[in-house]
């Protein structure tokens, strides 16, 4: 037993259960990644084979939604990783492994080539059609992307950005200005058909595969909700940035993928372009609370250094409509000083 070990407990657990249980007796296992949850993963080299093992502490981690999730994927064609063994009381997964090229990577690598980075998201799309066309049907057994879950998701933004990161007290008249956006968006999202989520559909979670490509991981909160969500995820991405016109471009590209597979896209262009982007605002505001409260609740502070361009998605994002223009004032008068000085203070 090795220092690491006595420090880690799960991970002596998780080693018993590959070499005995498993019967790889003498397997490599070292971190694969962590992400945003509770939820660890480990490579297991064994021979010429490599695995992938889920860490999922069961008193904080259900296994059953990726479970599910998963069969529905497999389903509906895509590649997700097999799951070759489970025990769930003890909360482990030994899945097939996908690799270790991410989409970020890749995209960062090919920047500078168009024809490349268009290959890479038009799998991705690719991928996402099937997920939404194929998988209407099984999707009416997922929970709800509902208006209350997303009013939930945008009220983690005062709480933890403004109030935690920023010290911004968030007033009766600031409020009301955020109760009567949070209606908007909630409204926008459930103009829209709903189909199959998987909710981070972005290029930390898709893996660059010879095969099958995308890889596509972290699915285990697929839900039944707006048909944009993903897709905005996918091109307003919090890890890395396109240009606006691009990624409009892409997006009606999409559009009419979906109008040709038989779903409904908007009555014109403008329409689908507003529910894409309003998507997106619900989204980056969410997202604005959650990387502020990894770093406050959590510890996990790497999630800081995307906090600029979630900002800039939502302040660009609500300039753009007549709508939303007050939040975007706000924004910049009260809320950028602020975290400007926070960025400061951050990297002090």
Known sequence: ???????????ELLTRWVNEDLKLPGSRIEP??????????????????????????????????FLRAAQMLLDVGVNVPQ????????????????????????LKAAAGDERRVDALYRDALDSLLRIQVRGRTAAAALPAYDGANLMREMSLMPEWFFGRHLGLRVDSPVAA????????????????????????????????CERGNPGILDFQDAVLGPVTYDLVSLFKDCYIRWPAARVQAWALRYRQQLTGAGIPAGRDAAQF??????????RHIKVLGIFARLWYRDGKRGYLKDLPLVLDYVRETAQRYPQTAGFAAFIQQRVDPLFDAAQRRESA
Do not use: C
Request: glycine share 4%; no cysteine; proline share 5%.
């Open 177 to 208: 200005m955020l109760e009567r956006l949070s209606e908007l968006l909630v409204q926008n999202a459930a103009e829209q058909p709903a189909s199959l989520v998987h909710r981070d559909y972005h290029s930390r979670n898709l893996m660059v």
């Open 1 to 11: 037993m090795t220092a690491n070990n006595l420090a880690d407990p799960r991970r």
């Open 32 to 65: 694969a990644s962590a992400d945003a949850s509770f939820r660890r993963y480990f490579r297991v080299l064994h021979a010429a084979q490599s695995y992938i093992v889920m860490d999922a502490p069961p008193e904080k981690e259900d296994l059953r939604p």
């Open 273 to 282: 372009l507003q529910w894409f982007d309003w998507m997106g605002l619900q």
């Open 83 to 106: 799951v070759l063994a489970r025990d769930l009381p003890r909360g482990f997964l030994l899945l097939g492994d996908l690799g270790s090229s991410q989409y970020l990577d890749a």
